[in-house]
């Protein structure tokens, strides 16, 4: 079993940062794979970021590519979401997720989830 705790979502400004910590504990494995997904109001959960916990790849959506940076570290058992240069469709609840394998941006492969961090972005 891997538990999650996502931290650091707030109210930003349209332009701003917000960084997000993930907190990774429990039967871990370096062949996990690690992502960040979002879910908007009405919409459906869409992948945001993932990394390769052994090797450090990252993936991004189009949509973040930029802007976002996903990082692990692995002394601190825990992942990070660097957000710059946010905007309002950037607004969701943003969660960490884990699955043992490859990385997938399908969020419906994933077996562990923390309980999410809502972000918003005014105008």
């Known amino acids: 079993q891997v538990h999650l705790v996502e931290s650091g979502g707030g109210l930003v400004q349209a332009g701003g940062s917000l960084r997000l910590a993930c907190a990774v504990s429990?039967?871990?494995?370096?062949?996990?794979?690690m992502g960040w997904f979002r879910q908007a109001p009405g919409k459906e959960r869409e992948f945001v970021a993932s990394?390769?916990?052994?090797?450090?790849?990252?993936y991004y959506a189009d949509s973040v590519k930029g802007r976002f940076t996903i990082s692990r570290d692995n002394a601190r058992n825990s992942m990070y979401l660097q957000m710059n240069s946010l905007r309002p469709e950037d607004t969701a609840v943003y969660y960490c997720?884990?699955?043992?394998?490859?990385?997938?941006?399908?969020?419906?492969?994933?077996?562990?989830w923390g309980q999410g961090t809502q972000v918003t972005v005014s105008s």
């Open positions: 997720a884990a699955r043992a394998g490859p990385v997938y941006s399908d969020y419906r492969l994933y077996d562990y």
């Open positions: 429990g039967r871990t494995s370096s062949r996990y794979a």
């Open positions: 990394v390769r916990w052994e090797a450090g790849i990252t």
